[in-house]
């Protein structure tokens, strides 16, 4: 029985505030004390339609701890790997460079059915964060994905474990990331469609060949 991390103390704001990320449809809840962030979960919840669950706010710390450093909360283990969820675009450009580069050698793509798989669960993943520090990188990541476009292109992000542009990522086979999805299986939710083992992983991820660029 795996034991749920718990804030040590619900009075101090941790870094870039309360975060929680609802796994059912990617909704994130920010704020700055706690009270408020529990209320505004459940406000969400009801005005969707939606029950509240007894053991929401202890959900919601230990989602929020898994990103936390040391010393934050309670039944953490210090030495257990973390993701630290302040990207810029120093962090995740290698990877576009190498996305790009992939696909200029001819690497095949995976079917769009397959694409908007991935898009779904990564849009619903609190891994999915901001990238901080270039303005104009956007323009870059289109140059990269060219024409290849998910319905929920508009909230991938990057991700916190991998470092990936998400827009790129999820277009390419697992074979040709192998290598970062090794690294990563410590630290990727249970539910990421790369998590060995998990509720979305698909074996394989085969491609169908390169899409228009």
């Not at 009075?11 to 990617?26: A, H, K």
């Not at 706690?34 to 459940?42: I, T």
């Not at 450093?69 to 969820?85: I, L």
């Not at 992000?157 to 192998?178: D, I």
């Amino acid at each position: 029985m795996n034991v749920k991390l718990s804030l040590i103390k619900q009075s101090v704001c941790p870094p870039n505030g309360f975060r929680y990320v609802f796994p059912g449809d990617g909704y994130a809840v920010v704020a700055f004390t706690y009270n408020d962030w529990v209320e505004n979960a459940r406000a969400h919840l009801r005005v969707n339609g939606l029950e509240v669950p007894a053991d929401l706010a202890a959900v919601m710390e230990d989602q929020l701890c898994q990103t936390l450093e040391p010393g934050w909360c309670m039944y953490d283990d210090p030495m257990r790997p973390r993701v630290n969820t302040d990207l810029n675009w120093d962090d995740v450009k290698v990877g576009l460079v190498t996305f790009g580069k992939w696909l200029a050698v001819g690497c095949a793509t995976v079917e769009q059915a397959e694409a908007e798989r991935r898009a779904s669960i990564c849009a619903r993943c609190y891994m999915n964060v901001a990238i901080g520090g270039c303005s104009a990188c956007q323009k870059v990541v289109s140059e990269v994905v060219g024409k290849r476009k998910t319905k929920l292109d508009g909230v991938l992000r990057a991700c916190a474990v991998c470092r990936c542009v998400l827009r790129a990522k999820v277009w390419f086979p697992q074979n040709a990331l192998a290598s970062q999805n090794e690294k990563g299986q410590s630290l990727y939710p249970g539910h990421c469609w790369l998590k060995k083992g998990g509720e979305n992983f698909v074996s394989g991820g085969a491609a169908a060949g390169k899409s228009a660029d």
